[in-house]
């Protein structure tokens, strides 16, 4: 599931876009890096405090360059997802 979901990311209409993964350089890269790493090319990674912080996937597709930035979303909104959630007054709270 996690694959087709990141070949579903990396498409040309994506291309040069930024996913934003929150707390990506302390849980979700394990998965997500050797995923990219078996079916990419991996550029320009950006660690910090022993994890990667963002990278860059490059590759092609039909022919045309594409360019996607993952990024962990930690770096700029430094709290919970619950307790973002509960600063932006949503309704749905993650638990």
Known sequence: MLTKSLEDLITIKNHNSV?????????????????????????????????????????????????????DSFCLLPASLMELGKSFGVQTLKD
Do not use: Q, W
């Open 19 to 71: 996913v934003y993964i929150h707390n990506m350089s302390k849980f979700d890269i394990s998965f997500i890096y050797k995923i990219l790493e078996a079916r990419y090319n991996i550029t320009k990674i950006r660690a910090k405090d022993n994890g990667i912080i963002s990278l860059s996937v490059n590759t092609k597709k039909e022919g045309k360059r594409v360019k996607i930035i993952f990024s």
